[in-house]
């Protein structure tokens, strides 16, 4: 039988919080958004380069955990 899935409270981040979430700058920020097809796409509040963006922050978490993982694969023994 499946797990239920968790139910996390839905919380946007801004960029400079994701930055601080995930321990790297800004222009690393937008490294991993243009590279990493698995990096979480964020929401635009506005247009153009004015717009604020937003993250959800259960995706940020998720896609942390994923590359932690990817990063330091568990003992098979």
């Given at each position: 039988m499946a797990e239920p899935a968790i139910q996390r409270p839905l919380r946007f981040l801004k960029?400079?919080?994701?930055?601080?979430?995930i321990g790297r700058g800004r222009s690393s920020l937008d490294t991993l958004r243009k590279t990493d097809p698995d990096f979480p796409q964020p929401i635009a509040d506005g247009e153009g380069r004015s717009a604020v963006l937003y993250w959800y922050e259960h995706e940020i978490e998720d896609w942390m955990a994923k590359w932690a993982s990817q990063r330091r694969p568990e003992d098979d023994a």
């Open positions: 960029s400079r919080e994701v930055c601080q979430k």
